[in-house]
Nanobody
């Protein structure tokens, strides 16, 4: 089995910062691309940032210059540093991990349970 667990959400004032973490564990042969998504109430889930196994990153236009995605391959963990937060960043943030399963070679996607980020004064 594979588990993906996010942490680090919370309440922050506009202009503040938060750092989200997403750790994958289990029968993992390799961790491939990892993504952060978010979903605000009544909205579709949207891709916020993605990072390849080699460390190449891409961002949604709405977060470019404010958010930074990074990863620690030794810890099977991806991070999302969020600076200059705005009320419109309020959402549940989800991690998606593309994992190659040990012993089988299968490549599967796993989602975390989500972590709430609320930006409000």
């Amino acid at each position: 089995q594979v588990q993906v667990v996010e942490s680090g959400g919370g309440l922050v004032q506009p202009g503040g910062s938060l750092r989200l973490s997403c750790a994958a564990s289990g029968i993992i042969s390799s961790l491939n691309a990892m993504d952060w998504y978010r979903q605000a109430p009544g909205e579709e889930r949207e891709l916020v940032a993605t990072i390849t196994s080699g460390g190449s990153a891409n961002y949604a236009d709405s977060v470019k210059g404010r958010f930074t995605i990074s990863r620690d391959n030794a810890k099977n963990t991806v991070y999302l540093q969020m600076n200059s937060l705005k009320p419109e960043d309020t959402a549940v943030y989800y991690c998606n991990a593309k994992v190659t399963i040990k012993y089988t070679g299968l490549s599967l996607n796993y989602w975390g349970q989500g972590t709430q980020v609320t930006v409000s004064s």
